[in-house]
């Protein structure tokens, strides 16, 4: 450090203002910590990807997405989106939020500070803030929640026309009329489904065999054959190349297509931004998947926590929210740790797929011995009036106890279903809890009751498990 | 016996001739006491053999006590995995048993509890794969957990030793070269423990004239209801009374994270010789008891010492240790701290000695005793107040009636 260079102290630091970041700030704030909240975008930054750029708007255009197209399933003539009107609209919700959230940060005196951070010491950061200055800050304690970026593939690298980030898709303001999305993980499904509905063109090119590589197959076979009615065709085993006067040049094993795309969503992954915080002056090393080991509490070592996208478990903002208060609490030295039985993962496609728990095979993997037992999402009224009685209900339990394992479901409303099957799982509840539990007539989440009264008779017949197990 | 947790096998699936059948490797559990490694006693039954679940299969020794392994289901004994003398690490296979399918317990890695309940473990310090739940299907319940608060400290792992390389010592006609098993074994790495521990230890003669008259009137009060009295328990009644006056005595150091704890209950290990070797079976919430509940207490634990039928709830968590060396004798020792506790307190054989009593010679009971502290977390000023602190209740034992219970 430079003489004259006066540090500034801070009780409580926290980096990134995102749903990790700014619930962190809050919740030490309630505690009585003097904190400080450093973003890149200062207040701007408040509420990160998820709220800004990420989560929020993606659900807003995919609702608008899907109403256009059950208006049109309905026989409702409907006048096309418009995209320009819809980017208002994503505004204003984007700024209801984060003004809550700033209004909050305000209330609770956390201190926000814009700019990029460094780490120059184990105790010490230097923010270069937008007009150019250098501030440094001496801190007690700090809790690492910077998030992650898309990752950038070679040769498609952003530019805010024609090859975009998901970020980019969700800002664009008129739709083109033909859009390649390279990776078909949940965000590239979220927003193929949407863009297709609003009438684009769509090809989804996928370097594994299928759609969501990662889940199950039979949850994810409504969502293919969806997919395919609406007009998207899906590449498979397929490396993007580059892009070109309106083409996508796709290479499947030896075979090259040219995909007619004037937009390249390019939605392959995330990496975490640990790579230019100058960690190793703070005395952290991340992990080679770039996120940071942490202890059950969430610190890395004494005075340092890490938390959201950059530690390790799934990049998903209500992991982030609940790791939040427990770094807190760590950092002002009580017991705790993070020890959610299950995180529960939704893919906003259409229908909807939301898994949380074990499946079968993460059961036996685990060595546990699992019933699964599965209804069709066809037999239930509430999704046959929804116009939508596609998918799924997966219910793992353990055979003998009948305790909840897991819940998996591909169809309308999964995502909120999916509550239900954690609170199972977090309570430890069984089949015949879930069973003897009254739902409501007529709603999807009966499926989910259904579900758990198949697995109580089968296994009151034990005659029928048992041969079900040796198979 | 020692209750146990059947949490290390490992179940396999196999089809035989068309039943279903399992196999299920058992490993040893670990026993709780923080101790690596069981000696493999008796086999009580042979391969081949039907066992019912529960049906206790193999006895095997660790330094503590004498265990029993019941088997976890019904079924037939496949293989013996292991020789009588071995030594087996904890998670290594012990036997094998082949079941029927249907018969086979869930082998639960996964807890059973309410996030509510899980946090309350880990504010309390309890590893809840540990426990075994009071609610349907083993579900473990707040009050599991409150249960379990009043369980075992754990005490530190071991670390491992340092491999030293030399020769290995073989049998010559002169020499005899005997391995060290068990206790003893278990003994020579606790004082290899000891050892790194900067101890420094206070002496002192402190008149217990008083202190043996208040232990005859009691004595006789005992014997009339038909116990028998010791001097210990007075003893660890006078140190309880010290420790509540100077706290930093009864805690436990994490050299590695810097860290004292500073304990609320008092556990005092009392250090016990038996035939096999010395053993510290610990006297749990001496604060509350009072001169016969701690006789009691210690004429269980020394009977259960030597009997080697103490649980791992019996002999770990001790926040204190004292030792009696004047039982056998002893006029005054230098006792060895006990890792993670940070002190330790001797007291010898009580013996009529000629002191200066206002200035006059005069013939006392004088009681030896030497406090050992851990220098890292104490200074010989702590030390000197604690011992100052002993002496006075010692010498005046009617301080002990203005004691909160």
């Known amino acids: 450090m430079v003489v004259g260079e006066i540090a500034e102290a801070v009780d409580l630091l926290v980096v990134g203002a995102g749903p990790a970041g700014y619930t962190a700030a809050l919740h030490a704030a309630r505690r009585g910590r003097d904190v400080t909240l450093v973003d890149r975008d200062g207040t701007d930054g408040v509420g990160g990807v998820c709220l800004r750029v990420g989560c929020i708007p993606s659900k807003a255009l995919i609702e608008l997405a ?228 942490v202890a059950p509490d969430r610190t890395v070592r004494p005075h340092v926590a890490a938390i959201g996208d950059v530690s390790p478990g799934p990049a998903l903002a209500h992991k982030g929210y609940a790791e939040a208060p427990v770094a807190v609490d760590a950092l002002c030295g009580e017991r705790v740790a993070f020890q959610p039985a299950a995180v529960p993962a939704v893919v906003f496609g259409d229908p909807e797929i939301a898994t949380v728990g074990l499946t079968a095979a993460a059961a036996r993997a685990e060595g546990l011995d699992p019933v699964v037992t599965t209804v069709p999402m066809a037999a239930n009224g509430r999704a046959l009036t929804l116009g939508a009685p596609h998918g799924t209900v997966q219910l793992v339990t353990e055979a003998g106890t009948g305790v909840v394992l897991g819940l998996h479901v591909a169809g309308p409303h999964a995502s909120e279903l999916v509550a239900a099957g954690t609170v199972a799982i977090e309570m430890g509840a069984t089949a015949l809890d879930l069973a003897d539990t009254i739902h409501v007539h007529p709603t999807v989440s009966e499926q989910v009751q259904e579900a758990a009264k198949v697995a109580v008779r089968r296994a009151q017949a034990p005659r029928d498990s048992a041969t079900r197990r040796i198979q | 016996m020692a209750p146990l947790t059947l949490n290390v096998c490992n179940v396999t699936f196999l089809t035989c001739r068309g039943l279903a059948v399992a196999e299920i490797v058992f490993r040893l559990p670990d026993v709780g006491e923080g101790l690596a490694e069981a000696e493999v006693v008796e086999w009580l039954v042979s391969p081949g053999a039907a066992v019912r679940a529960d049906q206790p299969v193999v006895t095997v020794e660790t330094a503590k006590a004498q265990v029993e392994l019941p088997a976890p289901a019904d079924g037939t004994i496949r293989e013996l995995a292991r020789a009588v003398g071995d030594m087996v690490p904890v998670g290594e296979p012990l036997f094998v048993l082949e079941t029927a399918a249907a018969t086979v317990p869930a082998t639960r890695n996964r807890v059973l509890a309410a996030p509510s309940t899980r946090r309350l473990a880990v504010e309390h310090g309890v590893d809840l794969t540990t426990l075994t739940g009071s609610g349907p299907n083993g579900r473990i319940v707040p009050d599991d957990v409150m249960a379990a608060v009043a ?134 919430d001496a604060g509350p008891r009072g001169v016969p509940g701690l006789g009691r207490e210690i004429a269980r634990l020394v009977e259960a010492a030597r009997e080697r039928t103490l649980t791992p709830r019996d002999t770990t968590g001790a926040t204190f240790t004292v030792s009696n060396f004047g039982s056998y004798g002893t006029w005054l020792g230098t006792p060895l701290i006990s890792p993670p506790q940070v002190a330790i307190a001797g007291f010898g054989r009580v013996r009529d000695a000629v002191v200066p009593v206002d200035g006059a010679p005069a013939v006392r009971r004088v009681l030896p005793l030497a406090v050992a502290a851990d220098h890292r977390v104490l200074d010989g000023a702590d030390l000197g107040a604690f011992v100052a602190t002993l002496e006075r209740l010692v010498t005046q034992p009617l301080l002990l009636l203005g004691e909160d219970g």
Request: glycine letters at 10%; proline letters at 7%.
């Open chain 2, 151 to 284: 369980a075992p400290l754990k005490p530190e792992p071991e670390p491992e030793p340092e491999p030293v390389v030399q020769q290995a010592p073989v049998d010559t006609p002169d020499t005899e070269v005997r391995p060290l098993r068990g206790l003893r074994r278990q003994t020579a790495k606790a004082m290899t423990a000891a050892l790194a521990v900067p101890h420094i230890t206070e002496f002192r003669e402190v008149d217990a004239t008083e202190l043996e008259r208040a232990h005859a009137l009691l004595r006789g009060d005992a014997a009339a209801r038909g116990a028998r009295l010791t001097l210990l328990p007075l003893l660890v009644r006078v140190l309880v009374a010290a420790l509540r006056r100077h706290p930093e005595l009864n805690a436990t150091f994490d050299p590695d994270r810097a860290e004292l704890t500073v304990h609320r209950r008092l556990h005092v290990g009392i250090a016990t010789a038996t035939r096999d070797g010395l053993v510290v079976p610990v006297l749990r």
């Open chain 1, 66 to 293: 899907d109403l256009g197209a059950r208006a049109a399933a309905a026989g409702l003539g409907l006048a096309a989106p418009d995209l320009g009107a819809f980017q208002a609209r994503k505004r204003a919700i984007v700024a209801e939020l984060t003004d809550g959230i700033r209004s909050m940060l305000g209330g609770a005196d956390v201190r926000v500070l814009g700019g990029e951070l460094r780490f120059t010491r184990p105790d010490q950061a230097v923010v270069r803030t937008p007009d150019g200055r250098a501030a440094f800050v001496e801190f007690r304690d700090v809790v690492l929640a910077t998030g992650s970026r898309p990752t950038v593939l070679p040769g498609l690298v952003p530019d805010g026309q024609r090859v975009l980030d998901s970020t980019g898709a969700l800002d664009l303001a008129e739709l083109p009329a033909a859009v390649a999305v390279v990776g078909a993980g949940y965000i590239g499904v979220e927003l193929g489904t949407a863009l297709a509905k609003l009438g684009a063109a769509v090809t989804l090119v996928e370097a594994a065999g299928r759609v969501l590589p990662e889940i199950d197959a039979a949850l994810v076979r409504p969502v293919a054959r969806r997919l395919a009615q609406l007009g998207v065709a899906v590449l498979t085993g397929a490396a993007a190349g580059e892009h070109r006067d309106g083409l996508l040049h796709v290479r499947q094993g030896e075979q090259e297509t040219a995909v007619k795309a004037d937009v390249v969503i390019v939605a392959a992954g995330r990496v975490p931004n640990t790579d230019q915080l100058g960690l190793d002056r703070l005395g952290v090393t991340p992990g080679p998947d770039g996120r940071i080991p």
